[in-house]
Protein backbone atom coordinates (compact mmCIF):
# COMPACT_ATOMS: atom_id res chain seq x y z
CA UNK A 1 0.00 0.00 0.00
CA UNK A 2 1.49 3.27 -0.85
CA UNK A 3 1.69 5.94 1.04
CA UNK A 4 -1.43 9.28 0.62
CA UNK A 5 0.95 12.27 1.35
CA UNK A 6 4.29 11.46 -0.55
CA UNK A 7 6.95 14.65 -1.03
CA UNK A 8 5.63 14.78 -4.94
CA UNK A 9 1.76 15.45 -3.04
CA UNK A 10 2.77 17.92 -0.69
CA UNK A 11 4.76 19.66 -3.99
CA UNK A 12 1.92 19.73 -5.88
CA UNK A 13 -0.34 21.16 -3.20
CA UNK A 14 2.29 23.90 -2.20
CA UNK A 15 2.62 24.39 -5.72
CA UNK A 16 -1.38 25.22 -5.97
CA UNK A 17 -1.38 27.26 -3.20
CA UNK A 18 1.79 29.70 -3.82
CA UNK A 19 0.12 30.36 -7.40
CA UNK A 20 -3.59 31.07 -5.58
CA UNK A 21 -1.57 33.26 -3.26
CA UNK A 22 0.47 35.00 -6.27
CA UNK A 23 -3.03 35.37 -8.69
CA UNK A 24 -4.63 37.26 -5.82
CA UNK A 25 -2.02 39.83 -5.38
CA UNK A 26 -1.43 40.45 -9.04
CA UNK A 27 -5.26 40.37 -9.47
CA UNK A 28 -7.27 42.04 -6.09
CA UNK A 29 -9.11 45.19 -6.77
CA UNK A 30 -8.34 47.56 -4.49
CA UNK A 31 -11.66 49.23 -5.11
CA UNK A 32 -13.15 46.65 -3.36
CA UNK A 33 -11.95 46.85 -0.44
CA UNK A 34 -12.63 50.85 -0.16
CA UNK A 35 -16.00 49.78 -0.89
CA UNK A 36 -16.32 47.55 2.12
CA UNK A 37 -14.38 49.94 4.65
CA UNK A 38 -15.97 53.02 2.57
CA UNK A 39 -19.28 52.15 1.17
CA UNK A 40 -21.60 53.67 -0.64
CA UNK A 41 -24.50 56.18 1.48
CA UNK A 42 -28.07 54.04 1.09
CA UNK A 43 -30.52 56.23 -0.96
CA UNK A 44 -33.26 57.77 1.58
CA UNK A 45 -36.06 59.70 -0.61
CA UNK A 46 -37.26 62.23 2.08
CA UNK A 47 -41.22 61.98 2.53
CA UNK A 48 -41.25 64.43 5.54
CA UNK A 49 -39.05 67.24 6.98
CA UNK A 50 -40.14 69.12 9.73
CA UNK A 51 -39.53 71.03 13.06
CA UNK A 52 -39.40 68.90 16.17
CA UNK A 53 -41.54 70.65 19.00
CA UNK A 54 -40.82 68.02 21.59
CA UNK A 55 -40.08 64.93 22.37
CA UNK A 56 -41.16 61.32 24.43
CA UNK A 57 -39.53 58.53 24.74
CA UNK A 58 -39.42 55.35 26.50
CA UNK A 59 -36.99 54.11 29.19
CA UNK A 60 -35.19 52.03 27.00
CA UNK A 61 -35.18 54.19 24.22
CA UNK A 62 -31.49 54.41 22.18
CA UNK A 63 -29.89 53.87 18.84
CA UNK A 64 -27.21 51.17 18.27
CA UNK A 65 -24.36 51.43 16.28
CA UNK A 66 -25.81 49.78 13.62
CA UNK A 67 -28.35 52.78 13.51
CA UNK A 68 -31.15 50.57 14.75
CA UNK A 69 -33.69 51.92 17.33
CA UNK A 70 -34.39 49.93 20.39
CA UNK A 71 -38.19 51.90 22.45
CA UNK A 72 -39.94 53.99 20.94
CA UNK A 73 -39.29 57.70 20.42
CA UNK A 74 -42.55 60.24 19.43
CA UNK A 75 -41.76 63.32 17.95
CA UNK A 76 -44.24 65.82 18.45
CA UNK A 77 -44.71 68.42 15.00
CA UNK A 78 -46.31 71.54 14.50
CA UNK A 79 -49.87 71.88 15.43
CA UNK A 80 -49.83 68.73 17.82
CA UNK A 81 -49.20 65.82 15.52
CA UNK A 82 -47.31 63.31 16.43
CA UNK A 83 -44.63 61.06 14.96
CA UNK A 84 -43.88 57.56 16.08
CA UNK A 85 -40.84 55.58 15.40
CA UNK A 86 -41.25 51.99 17.15
CA UNK A 87 -38.25 50.07 17.89
CA UNK A 88 -36.62 48.42 15.42
CA UNK A 89 -36.42 51.77 13.03
CA UNK A 90 -33.35 52.60 11.52
CA UNK A 91 -32.38 55.98 12.10
CA UNK A 92 -29.82 58.85 12.63
CA UNK A 93 -29.63 61.52 15.57
CA UNK A 94 -27.01 64.24 14.94
CA UNK A 95 -29.00 67.06 17.12
CA UNK A 96 -27.45 66.50 20.77
CA UNK A 97 -30.83 68.58 22.30
CA UNK A 98 -32.94 66.39 21.54
CA UNK A 99 -35.18 66.75 24.91
CA UNK A 100 -35.27 70.62 24.03
CA UNK A 101 -37.90 72.77 22.59
CA UNK A 102 -38.02 72.86 18.76
CA UNK A 103 -34.08 72.46 18.72
CA UNK A 104 -34.03 69.36 16.28
CA UNK A 105 -35.53 69.08 13.24
CA UNK A 106 -37.27 65.05 11.70
CA UNK A 107 -36.16 64.43 8.35
CA UNK A 108 -38.19 61.11 7.42
CA UNK A 109 -38.88 58.06 4.60
CA UNK A 110 -42.37 57.22 4.96
CA UNK A 111 -44.24 54.38 4.10
CA UNK A 112 -47.68 55.78 4.34
CA UNK A 113 -47.93 56.87 7.81
CA UNK A 114 -45.39 54.50 9.06
CA UNK A 115 -41.75 55.79 9.89
CA UNK A 116 -39.11 53.64 7.71
CA UNK A 117 -36.24 55.86 8.49
CA UNK A 118 -35.67 58.84 10.42
CA UNK A 119 -32.52 61.26 11.38
CA UNK A 120 -33.19 64.43 13.78
CA UNK A 121 -30.57 66.98 12.55
CA UNK A 122 -29.86 70.34 14.36
CA UNK A 123 -31.99 73.46 13.73
CA UNK A 124 -30.39 76.43 12.06
CA UNK A 125 -31.47 79.74 11.73
CA UNK A 126 -34.68 81.02 9.98
CA UNK A 127 -36.23 77.58 10.82
CA UNK A 128 -33.86 75.21 8.45
CA UNK A 129 -31.19 72.76 8.47
CA UNK A 130 -27.65 72.60 7.41
CA UNK A 131 -26.90 69.43 5.76
CA UNK A 132 -24.15 67.84 3.19
CA UNK A 133 -22.93 69.06 -0.36
CA UNK A 134 -25.58 68.18 -3.17
CA UNK A 135 -24.11 65.89 -5.58
CA UNK A 136 -27.09 65.96 -8.07
CA UNK A 137 -30.19 66.64 -9.28
CA UNK A 138 -32.52 63.46 -10.35
CA UNK A 139 -36.05 63.79 -11.13
CA UNK A 140 -36.76 66.89 -8.77
CA UNK A 141 -34.97 65.84 -6.07
CA UNK A 142 -31.48 66.79 -5.03
CA UNK A 143 -29.30 63.90 -4.08
CA UNK A 144 -27.08 64.94 -1.27
CA UNK A 145 -23.44 63.11 -0.57
CA UNK A 146 -25.22 61.25 2.27
CA UNK A 147 -27.66 59.75 0.16
CA UNK A 148 -30.27 61.83 1.06
CA UNK A 149 -33.05 62.80 -1.46
CA UNK A 150 -34.77 66.21 -1.17
CA UNK A 151 -37.30 68.30 -3.22
CA UNK A 152 -35.75 71.15 -4.58
CA UNK A 153 -37.17 74.50 -5.91
CA UNK A 154 -37.00 75.54 -9.74
CA UNK A 155 -34.56 78.00 -8.33
CA UNK A 156 -32.21 77.01 -5.79
CA UNK A 157 -30.18 80.34 -4.50
CA UNK A 158 -26.24 79.99 -4.60
CA UNK A 159 -24.19 82.07 -1.62
CA UNK A 160 -21.12 82.00 -2.55
CA UNK A 161 -20.06 85.59 -1.51
CA UNK A 162 -19.10 88.38 -4.42
CA UNK A 163 -18.96 85.16 -6.81
CA UNK A 164 -21.24 85.36 -9.49
CA UNK A 165 -22.52 81.75 -10.35
CA UNK A 166 -24.69 81.45 -13.60
CA UNK A 167 -26.07 77.97 -13.07
CA UNK A 168 -26.35 75.32 -10.46
CA UNK A 169 -24.64 73.15 -13.01
CA UNK A 170 -21.81 75.78 -13.00
CA UNK A 171 -21.83 75.51 -8.98
CA UNK A 172 -21.87 71.50 -8.71
CA UNK A 173 -19.20 71.32 -10.99
CA UNK A 174 -16.77 73.84 -9.33
CA UNK A 175 -17.86 74.81 -5.95
CA UNK A 176 -19.96 71.87 -4.69
CA UNK A 177 -16.66 70.36 -2.44
CA UNK A 178 -17.07 71.36 0.84
CA UNK A 179 -20.40 73.42 0.15
CA UNK A 180 -23.15 73.49 3.14
CA UNK A 181 -26.71 72.31 1.42
CA UNK A 182 -29.93 74.77 3.08
CA UNK A 183 -33.48 72.77 3.62
CA UNK A 184 -36.22 75.27 4.13
CA UNK A 185 -38.54 73.46 7.16
CA UNK A 186 -41.95 74.81 6.10
CA UNK A 187 -41.20 74.06 2.28
CA UNK A 188 -39.40 70.99 3.07
CA UNK A 189 -37.27 71.82 -0.13
CA UNK A 190 -33.36 72.34 -0.67
CA UNK A 191 -33.54 76.21 -1.01
CA UNK A 192 -30.07 77.30 -1.40
CA UNK A 193 -26.19 76.57 -1.16
CA UNK A 194 -23.72 77.86 0.28
CA UNK A 195 -20.41 77.52 -0.70
CA UNK A 196 -16.59 76.20 1.58
CA UNK A 197 -15.53 79.13 3.63
Known amino acids: MRPLFTLRFIAAV????????FVNTVIVDE????????????ERR???IAPVFS????????????????????LVLDGGRTVRA??????????????????CALFADLLGD???????????????????????????YAVLDNGW??????????ECGSLDIPSFTDFLRNYREGSTTVVDLATQEVVAVRCAP
Request: proline share 8%.
Open 31 to 42: QSLEAVVDPDPV
Open 46 to 48: IDL
Open 149 to 158: QIRYPPVIER
Open 55 to 74: TQRSADFEMDRRGVSSGFID
Open 14 to 21: AALIGLVL
Open 86 to 103: APGTLGEITCEEVDAINR
Open 114 to 140: AVVWFALVPQAARSTAELPPVEDLQDG
